[in-house]
């Protein structure tokens, strides 16, 4: 399967901002739709953001909408978060996921491959 390694992460503010990079490896990227989500210790795994294989549609949770940006380069092989005015409950461990399709998807079971994850913590 694609390999996938997210990076980014840190130690910010709240109200600060973070990009997240997933490189993938293995495959072209834009075989792929492409999906971001997060999980916080003892916390199930939940959805954050997606988007189809030709870039154009995309999803995001209500909780994130409006400050986070999903993108994709796949001349890079790479797809990014962009996070703004980060809060103290987005601090998760977030990871990315690649599913053979070309829709975009908020449902963990449809994905296919996953990366390591990229811890994010916001202090207030």
């Known amino acids: 399967q694609v390999q996938l390694v997210e990076s980014g992460g840190g130690l910010v503010q709240a109200g600060d901002s973070l990009r997240l990079s997933c490189v993938a490896s293995?495959?072209?990227?834009?075989?792929?739709?492409m999906g971001w989500f997060r999980q916080d210790p003892g916390q199930e795994r939940e959805f954050v953001a997606s988007?189809?294989?030709?870039?154009?549609?995309?999803l995001y949770a209500e909780s994130v909408k409006g400050r986070f940006t999903i993108s994709r380069d796949d001349a890079k092989n790479t797809v990014y978060l962009q996070m703004n005015r980060l809060k103290p409950e987005d601090t998760a461990v977030y990871y990315c996921?690649?599913?053979?399709?070309?829709?975009?998807?908020?449902?963990?079971?449809?994905?296919?491959?996953w990366g390591q994850g990229t811890l994010v913590t916001v202090s207030s």
């Open positions: 988007v189809a294989w030709n870039g154009v549609e995309t």
């Open positions: 996921a690649a599913r053979r399709s070309s829709r975009a998807s908020s449902l963990e079971y449809h994905y296919d491959s």
């Open positions: 293995g495959s072209p990227v834009s075989w792929y739709s």
